[in-house]
């Protein structure tokens, strides 16, 4: 009878032990696809912005013929950007990947707000309607990107907590739950901090 009772204490010790794991298990599962959700967000914003900017290009382009430097530069620049979220969404989370997008998403916007400086010098492209409502929907797509980008770096510090403290981080080293980078602005580049200035 007491080797029974023993017995029954050694499994009910297993399984409970069995479900501890399975929760922190699933809580890490579930914190790991919150932050890649929250990167798909930033995809969609980025891919908005980098369809309106050709738009901007060719209406700007009929005003500034002789900017032709200033337009190629943030074609090339868009080209760039696009190239870095490739890579970002080919490896989420991934350091390298994310500085390569937050460099590539910096010099975007260098390049964007030096148009719009430039810009200023044309007052019949800045009255023009289509260039206000580009500048309208570029700003607002910017607004949504900065949201997107702290919405994503929220569920990745959450994430990384989780996996990070004790006891979870015994169960994220079994199964290899990776560490999760931020995207990051770097802080000796203050024009990736600050959105293109888009208005007239």
């Known amino acids: ?40 967000q930033i995809d969609v914003q980025l891919q908005r912005r980098y369809d309106l900017i050709p738009n901007l290009v060719e209406t700007a382009k009929a005003y500034m013929g002789h900017e032709r430097e200033t337009l190629e530069a943030v074609i090339a620049a868009r080209s760039a950007a696009q190239s870095g979220l490739a890579a970002a969404k080919a490896h989420p ?11 590539s998403q910096g010099q975007l916007n260098g390049v964007l707000g030096r148009l719009m400086a430039v810009a200023e010098a044309y007052p019949d492209l800045k009255a023009n309607q289509n260039m206000m409502q580009l500048s309208e929907e570029l700003t607002s797509t910017e607004n949504r990107v900065a949201f997107a980008r702290q919405a994503y770096n929220d569920a990745v510090m959450g994430y990384n907590n989780k996996r990070e403290t004790f006891p979870s981080s015994v169960v994220a080293g079994m199964f290899n739950f990776a560490h999760a980078a931020l995207l990051d602005i770097p802080a000796d580049k203050a024009q990736v901090r600050e959105a293109p200035k888009v208005q007239f």
Do not use: C, H, P
């Open 1 to 40: 009878m007491g080797s029974l009772l023993i017995l029954l204490v050694f499994l009910a010790l297993v399984v409970g032990l069995a479900l501890w794991a399975v929760g922190i298990y699933n809580g890490l599962v579930t914190s790991r696809n919150a932050w890649k959700n929250a990167f798909a």
């Open 93 to 103: 989370g991934d350091e390298a990947a994310m500085a390569q997008l937050a460099a």
